[in-house]
């Protein structure tokens, strides 16, 4: 994993641990050094701590920022996590004030967009994280606008948070219906692309979602970016479990996504490779 120079492993303390609806949670932990220096997009592999008799290094488990809120000896940095097997369900069940392992801030961050402009952010599930801690990084920098996207209402965990957000421009989109617009989140980003000026998008989501978005932003000549959440296995940069087909001009390659992400500008992937990959 992409090494920042702040990047440190170390065994931190719980702040919070608070459920959402669908399955979702909040994971609190105090680190103040890393949340002073934590950059949006960046991730954390989280685990149990070192010296706990439990303790199993591959049970570290990547996960994108969702905000770094406190500042000096309180400073909390905050994760949504889904839970989904063994590691997610460990770590749902802990406690403020348990010790857990922390590995980060790692990878590449999404670029400060440029300052006076229009972005777009499109999210969906888990992939809501790391633009949430975009839109509350960059919005005194450019006008944000999020697409948040879910099947349903429950799949949108962030929304009452969001609705205390102040002055920004918030589109929920769901298939069913049952929040916001209904549909996919794609659509209305499309839409909004027709009619405004915007001059970057930033994803992060299912792998579809994405390659949907690059579409349509490329075809509109906007600069996307995106976050890869592909499944990890040594998060090191060694098994080659995590990697991406792309395509420059230098030909083609696969990256890794521990190593050389997660943050990547969508046009360099190889979108048709990557859905017929078993990833
Ligand atoms: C860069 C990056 C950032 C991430 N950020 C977040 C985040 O902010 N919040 C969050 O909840 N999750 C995030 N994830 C996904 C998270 O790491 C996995 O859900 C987690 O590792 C699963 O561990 P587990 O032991 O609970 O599940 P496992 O027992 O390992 O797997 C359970 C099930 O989940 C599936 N699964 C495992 N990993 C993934 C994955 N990466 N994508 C899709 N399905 C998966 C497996 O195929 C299996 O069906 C991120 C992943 C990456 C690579
Ligand atoms: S998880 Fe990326 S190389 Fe092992």
Known sequence: MQESTTARARDVQVSRCETLAGGYFLLGITAP?????????????????????SADPLLNRPLSVLDAPGAGADGEILFLIKQVGRGTRLLAGLQPGDK?????????????????????????????APLYFCLRRFSGIAQLVLFYG??????????????????TDVRLVTEDGSLGERGLVTEPVERFLKQNAADRIYCCGPNAMMAVVHRIGASAGRSVWVSMENRMGCGMGVCLGCTIPVRD??????????????????????????ARSPI
């Not at 879910?150 to 002055?167: C, F, N, Q, V, W």
């Not at 001009?249 to 490779?273: H, K, N, Q, S, T």
Request: negative net charge; aromatic residues 6%; hydrophobic residues 45%.
């Open 100 to 128: 857990l392992f922390a590995h980060g801030p790692l990878g590449g961050t999404f670029p400060e967009p440029p300052v006076g402009g229009t972005t777009i952010l499109v999210g969906g599930g888990v992939g809501i």
């Open 150 to 167: 879910g099947r349903t209402a429950a799949d949108l965990p962030l929304r009452e948070l969001l609705a205390t957000e102040t002055g």
């Open 249 to 274: 001009d230098r030909g083609a390659a696969m990256l890794r996504v521990c190593a050389d992400g997660p943050v990547f500008e969508a046009g360099r992937i190889d979108w048709e490779l990557l």
């Open 33 to 53: 050094e890393a949340a002073a220096a934590v950059e949006p997009g960046q991730i954390f592999m989280l685990g149990l701590p070192r010296h706990s008799l």
